[in-house]
């Protein structure tokens, strides 16, 4: 963490993470992959942004002798920017107001989002909290069925998830749900952060033969009255995906910002991503076993019946 002085003052702070990759030191808040959401700067409200992110990149490359800086930050504009020596680039997300009555954050998702809580709720399906450090190996192995489905594998493995339990869930600002059908099977998982007033999305994920029971969207609507009642105003739903809308999100663009020193390591590092996610198909599909890829190219559409 790198504290903000003006006139000796304390106005701020940034949070973010250096190391090196091949022998190239970084500085990021976040970095691709992390799955984390933005971090960026947190700063008094008559700071200038602009004057912050001027001065911080002499900060990064002569103080810190990093060669490369990206910073993700969620009130990002156009002329917080302008004129200064950052390469921008934007991504989609979705995003979710809880600052309305509950019943009206419910009466803005769309009809069939409706029907299926209120079907999971009629079947019996039961949310439930979880603090139980086992609570991982109900959720990855789910998670790697809904990845199977699209042909991959995760892109973390359950360590991350084991972590994220030991170091967040003491502190209050992790909610964990298990979803269970009238027999008590956990059919269905949910994480979801939340502080300084927001809530997210880390993942979500099911067994597919138990997902006539709705107990996706029974999940994510228990979350969302959690966190509101816990004075959460947004919901990051991590990421744009075509079943997030059904909630009544509503799109937001971000801003990544990127840094370089010499200019060729961007591009270098938009290469590498593009290469790592050619790379990590090619090996989920390696990993996938023979009756999980007939599912996905259709030789076997009977099975699922």
Same mark, same amino acid.
């Given at each position: 963490? *790198?504290?903000?002085?003006?006139?000796?003052?304390?106005? &701020?702070?940034?949070? &973010?993470?250096? !190391?090196?990759?091949?022998?190239?030191?970084?500085?990021?808040?976040?970095?691709?992959?992390?799955?984390?959401?933005?971090?960026?700067?947190?700063?008094?409200?008559?700071? =200038? $942004?602009?004057? *912050?992110?001027?001065? $911080?990149?002499? #900060?990064?490359?002569? +103080?810190?002798?990093?060669? !490369?800086?990206?910073?993700?930050?969620?009130?990002?504009?156009?002329?917080?920017?302008?004129?200064?020596?950052?390469?921008? =680039?934007?991504?989609?997300?979705?995003? !979710? /107001?809880?600052?309305?009555?509950?019943?009206?954050?419910?009466?803005?998702?769309?009809?069939?989002?409706?029907?299926?809580?209120?079907?999971? @709720?009629?079947?019996? *399906?039961?949310?439930? +909290?979880?603090? /139980?450090?086992? #609570?991982?190996?109900?959720?990855?192995?789910?998670?790697?069925? *809904?990845?199977?489905?699209? %042909?991959?594998?995760?892109?973390?493995?359950?360590?991350?998830?084991? +972590?994220?339990?030991?170091?967040?869930?003491?502190?209050?600002?992790?909610?964990?749900?298990?979803?269970?059908?009238?027999?008590?099977?956990?059919?269905?998982?949910?994480? $979801?952060?939340?502080?300084?007033?927001?809530?997210? !999305?880390?993942?979500?994920?099911?067994?597919?033969?138990?997902?006539?029971?709705?107990?996706? @969207?029974?999940?994510?609507?228990?979350?969302?009255?959690?966190?509101?009642?816990?004075?959460?105003?947004?919901?990051?739903?991590?990421?744009?995906?075509?079943?997030?809308?059904?909630?009544? %999100?509503? @799109?937001?663009?971000?801003?990544?910002?990127?840094?370089?020193?010499?200019?060729?390591?961007?591009?270098?590092?938009?290469?590498?991503?593009?290469?790592?996610?050619?790379?990590?198909?090619?090996?989920?599909?390696?990993?996938?076993?023979?009756?999980?890829?007939?599912?996905?190219?259709?030789?076997?559409?009977?099975? +699922?019946?």
């Amino acid at each position: 963490m *790198v504290l903000i002085r003006n006139n000796g003052k304390l106005v &701020g702070c940034f949070t &973010g993470f250096s !190391f090196r990759k091949m022998g190239v030191k970084l500085l990021a808040s976040p970095f691709t992959g992390w799955t984390t959401p933005f971090m960026g700067f947190n700063l008094s409200p008559e700071i =200038s $942004f602009h004057d *912050v992110l001027a001065k $911080f990149h002499s #900060f990064a490359f002569e +103080e810190l002798g990093c060669r !490369f800086f990206q910073v993700i930050d969620r009130k990002t504009k156009k002329e917080n920017y302008a004129g200064l020596p950052y390469t921008a =680039s934007f991504y989609t997300n979705l995003e !979710f /107001d809880l600052n309305r009555p509950e019943n009206e954050i419910f009466s803005g998702m769309e009809s069939a989002c409706r029907r299926c809580i209120r079907k999971a @709720e009629k079947i019996g *399906v039961l949310i439930e +909290e979880a603090s /139980d450090p086992e #609570f991982a190996d109900d959720y990855y192995p789910q998670l790697q069925e *809904v990845f199977r489905k699209h %042909a991959l594998v995760p892109t973390y493995g359950i360590d991350r998830v084991r +972590e994220l339990i030991t170091h967040l869930q003491p502190t209050g600002h992790l909610l964990l749900l298990r979803a269970r059908d009238p027999e008590g099977h956990c059919i269905a998982t949910g994480i $979801f952060p939340g502080f300084n007033r927001h809530m997210h !999305f880390f993942g979500g994920a099911s067994w597919r033969k138990y997902q006539i029971l709705r107990p996706n @969207e029974a999940l994510m609507w228990y979350a969302m009255k959690y966190w509101k009642n816990r004075g959460a105003t947004t919901f990051d739903m991590g990421g744009w995906a075509p079943y997030k809308k059904k909630y009544g %999100a509503y @799109e937001m663009q971000n801003t990544l910002l990127m840094a370089a020193d010499p200019g060729f390591l961007i591009p270098l590092r938009d290469l590498a991503h593009q290469t790592w996610r050619r790379y990590h198909r090619s090996l989920s599909w390696i990993k996938l076993r023979p009756r999980d890829r007939r599912d996905i190219t259709g030789e076997d559409e009977t099975r +699922e019946g």
